[in-house]
């Protein structure tokens, strides 16, 4: 289902189209501890300067289906991040420290037991809306060109 978004998210973030072949099982090796108790289960893209992963979190009764995008440049995550907040997201929108000098964006939706069948819809509304969030903001090169980083 994700690799059906690819394009448009490509489109939306302005970089170079994003392939079914970059998609990585995430996280590679599990550690409950590794999430603060929180399992996580997902695919990410990897590029030099940043990642997508798109993941399904759940701790004991609660479930959420969330994209995070992480880059490698703090100020860079805060300028996007508050980008993404003046276009009024439906979904909860998150920022968090990503390794020592990076910034983390998390879009999240609450799935509860009764909703897990409906996972892939779900999952492909949250991917539409992060690429909707994506266009109103100009692309990932706003940003980075500000930084002279490449998409």
Known sequence: MISEELG???????????EKKEL????????KNDFNGITKLGIKIDRTDWQLIFHLDWDKNKMDIAVSFCINEK????????????SSPQTTAEFGDY??????????????????????????????????LWTKVGGIGTFLKAKGQRN
């Open 99 to 132: 390794g020592l000098s990076g910034g983390e964006i998390y879009l999240s939706r609450p799935l509860d037991s009764a909703d897990a069948e409906h996972l892939p819809a779900t999952q492909r509304e949250l991917i539409r809306e992060f690429s909707e």
């Open 75 to 86: 100020t860079v995550a805060k300028s996007i991040f508050t980008e993404f907040k003046k």
């Open 8 to 18: 448009r998210l490509s489109t939306a973030m302005g970089v170079p189209l994003l």
């Open 24 to 31: 990585n099982e995430w996280p590679t090796k599990f550690s």
